[in-house]
């Protein structure tokens, strides 16, 4: 009797693997279509624009998989206007002394809770202090939270896809048993009990954060190696006496790189909202240091009052996310043409 | 499949007894259990250390947790130490609470994913389609805790001013309003909506795209062509060969989140002051009462395996590729 579980696990993985094929194989060699450019109305490779197809034919014709791509990235407007705000959001709140004449924690009480002006741009919180101020300097925690947990996060998941996906058997049952077991907890309430056993603390945050975001990286990671791993070049690999080791990170691991950013350009903007909801809770980070959760959960009871304290750090946060997943579609579009509308 | 289902079941003993252990001792770790009684500043040494012994606080934790699950098993959830009433049926309350808003918010979702997928993927690349894709990534990106603020200062404070209507239209917290006995719809349901369009917000945008990949992967398969060589009219082609296909693995996805309900809504209960399972929790975490936090993860972990089993049954039904025995 055909067991449905793994009936359903094995399916999944097919789909995977399938996937994981496409993004391997559906990149063209360049001199396909350089040929095909030569001929006027000739019929292209799928998931080739006949711009690009001129281009090669043009002269242009070594290219690597790294610059097709980035090619491809610029056509998809939404990514590059997205690019462009998103830096400047960084720059912003990097170079917040700058664009500031306050510090976040400069209080005055003299001008408690005034509305946006051109004085103080957000308007001021019950302590006088500026919330534009705030924003900035909020945003730096924010972004750094969301960049170090995709940054943690993928390297967890992708060590573990890979070896589950390379040595399969037992060992990418049990990794994989692991696996469901996290996807599968209550998230926020786990996260709460994580951040009450480490603390409040912004590396506190990071690391909790971190244990909970890797499994998606480790499902796609496995997806692509369990499909690779009787390809030739790993063959030849194993044949001249490369150590596991050496094949599963120097040899494969450049063949995943196109799916493994794609999965963690998202993890930042998955990491950053859920910084966001922890922080204002209470079980993210404290104030005083402000973060764009923190700020909310501080202006929560003065909405009526003072509705500029709750717009500014949700638009903030709203566009930051907004724009990090509109760069995590263009990567999926630039490293997989034949995926493309099936984003999300 | 009877065999099948036992066989699940059997499995999930072991999985829930070492749920409950992780259970107890996270509890433990997370919460001072005299921090109740410590905080009274007229609690004596010697009734602290009394507390701590009825409360069986100072036995072998291998004992406490035997004690404990063998209490959970026979249905004695204990006393909540804060309201001193009974846990289980407040756990009981909270959690029909939750599946209530959980389950409206769940009808809603579907109804309108499944709607704008079906409809995108049939006008691909059209105005529409683009407008929804937006919708779903500003869906997805959305900070819902702060969009649940914006929609309580908007229908709470401004609608109701510049209307200048004397009650609000849809009220922003609770379940009922004070003063009303018995089962009102209206009211329930004025109390009902803030909540159920902001949980649905992401859930929309997450469904609706799922359905359109779904969909179109549907509509190049060989089986659609065949319906269509049949000669079978377009709506029956879309709708009974095509769209039904498309929603078996939106279906397993809707399983999954419905388990989640027990444990999911915190942000929204919290916001809402809505008494179901996560304003339980968060209540619960804020006084230290560790027997409801025990109970409320318990109850939590039961429904996400329930459902997780569901789900994959759920598929093997609706998958005629899968076979059992």
Known sequence: MPDATEEFQRRQALKEEAKAEGSLHDIPLQREVAAAADVPGAQLPPGVDRELADAAGAGIV????????????????????????????????????LLTSYTFSETDVTSPLQGPSMKH???????????????????????????????IATVIGATIGAI???????????????????????????????????????????????LFFWMYDARIVRGIYLSMKEKEFVEAARASGASNRRIIFREMLPNAMGPIIVASTLAVAAAILTESVLSFLGYGIQPPTPTWGNLLDDARNLAVSAPWLILFPGIAILITVLCVNYIGDGLRDAFDPQGQGKSL | MGRYVLRRLIFSIPVLLISSVLVFTATRATTDPSAAIRENPRAT?????????DLGLDDPPLQQYLHWLGDFVTGDWGTSLISNREIRPEIIDALLNSLVLGGLATVVSLTLGISIGLYSSLHKYSKFDYIATTGAFVGLSMPIFWFALILQLVFGVYLTRWLGLTTPIVYTSGVTSPGTDGFHLVDRLQHLILPVIVLSVQVVAVYSRYMRASMLEVLQ????????????????????????????????????????????????????????????????????????????????VIFVIVFNLIADLLYAVLDPRIRYA
Do not use: C
């Open chain 2, 221 to 300: 398969s060989d089986y659609l062509r065949t319906a269509r060589a049949k000669g079978l009219r377009e709506r029956v082609v879309v709708l009974r060969h095509g769209m039904r296909n498309a929603l078996i693995p939106i279906t397993t996805q809707v399983a999954l989140d419905v388990g989640a309900i027990a444990g999911g809504l915190i942000i929204t209960e919290t916001i809402f002051d809505y008494p179901g399972m996560g304003s339980l929790f968060i209540e619960a975490q804020g006084y230290g009462d560790y027997p409801v936090i025990l109970s409320w993860l318990m109850v939590t």
């Open chain 1, 62 to 97: 070594i290219a690597s998989q790294r610059e097709l791509a980035w090619r491809r990235f610029k056509k998809h407007k939404a990514a590059m206007v997205s690019g462009v705000v998103l830096i400047i959001i960084i720059i912003g709140s990097l170079a917040a002394p």
């Open chain 2, 45 to 53: 040494a010697e009734q602290v250390q009394r507390y701590r012994a």
């Open chain 1, 121 to 151: 741009y957000f308007g001021t919180d019950t302590l006088g202090r500026d919330a534009f101020t705030r924003v900035l300097y909020g945003g730096r925690i924010s972004l750094l939270v969301g960049f170090a947990v995709a940054i």
């Open chain 1, 164 to 210: 589950a996906g390379y040595y399969g058997g037992w060992l990418d049952n049990l990794l994989m048993r692991v696996t469901d077991l996290f996807l599968s907890v209550p998230f926020l309430v786990v996260l709460i009990l994580g951040s009450l056993l480490l603390g409040p603390g912004v590396l506190d945050t990071v690391i909790i954060l971190s």
